[in-house]
């Protein structure tokens, strides 16, 4: 069965400062990957996705992704962070032969002034 | 501008007393799906419709019932809420589970 998990709850970092959200899956074949955010009070917003092509995607507000195939990781990533950027991140996973959407547990990223 | 709604936004109920969650998305979309987010749980899907008349179910169907007669729509059913159904509840709307999925500003459900 697929599976997606984000082993921080929270993470936390200086503004300014380079930022990593961890989303690791696990599914039969090649996956698609979703990166979704979600602000107070509000439904998700999508990021990127990943379907097919360069490992390196990106994305809305300065965010990217990297697929790595032999980890199975597709880790959200921003070379600066800001304030604005602290907010709720799931990571979500398709199998390619269902049309099921798995999301993770999410990922509370804090930026500190 | 696409968008989803959900109606209502807050809803007390009591146990057994049926109940209707809707969902109506502006973007003819073919795809859309009903997520409950619980703390530490995540988002859960609980059914999902690839077309009108063409539903599935998700990881935590038990418990719901959904209906698709009209591309817009995908209401919630909860014939007899328990309070184990207690959740923040989002429908969303797609071209299809590849794509971007946008998400209604949620329903927050109490069951007592």
């Known amino acids: 069965a697929q599976s997606v998990a984000q082993p921080e709850d929270q993470v936390n970092v200086a503004e300014g400062n380079p930022l990593t959200v961890k989303c690791t899956y696990s599914?039969?074949?090649?996956?698609?990957l979703f990166w979704y955010v979600q602000y107070p009070n509000r439904g998700l917003q999508f990021l990127l996705k990943?379907?097919?092509?360069?490992?390196l995607v990106k994305g809305s507000y300065g965010f990217e992704a990297e697929f790595n195939k032999s980890q199975t990781s597709f880790h959200l990533k921003k070379p600066s962070a800001l304030v604005s950027d602290s907010a709720l991140y799931f990571c979500?996973?398709?199998?390619?032969?269902?049309?099921?959407?798995?999301f993770g547990t999410g990922t509370r990223l804090q930026v500190f002034p | 501008e696409a968008q989803v709604t959900q109606n209502p936004r807050y809803l007390i109920t009591v146990t057994g007393k049926k109940l209707t969650v809707t969902c109506s998305q502006n973007?003819?979309?073919?795809?859309m799906s009903w997520y409950r987010q619980d703390p530490g749980l995540g988002l859960r899907q609980i059914y999902y419709?690839?077309?009108?008349?063409?539903?599935d179910k998700g990881d935590v169907p038990e418990g719901y019932k959904v209906s698709r007669k009209e591309k817009r729509n995908f209401p919630l059913i909860l014939e007899s809420p328990s309070p184990n159904q207690t959740s923040l509840y989002f429908c969303?709307?797609?071209?299809?589970?590849?794509?971007?999925?946008?998400f209604g500003p949620g329903t927050r459900l109490t069951v007592t």
């Open positions: 973007m003819n979309h073919e795809y």
């Open positions: 969303a709307g797609g071209q299809g589970p590849t794509y971007e999925q946008y």
């Open positions: 599914v039969s074949g090649n996956p698609y």
């Open positions: 990943y379907i097919t092509g360069d490992n």
């Open positions: 979500a996973v398709r199998e390619r032969d269902t049309d099921k959407l798995i």
């Open positions: 419709s690839m077309n009108v008349e063409v539903t």
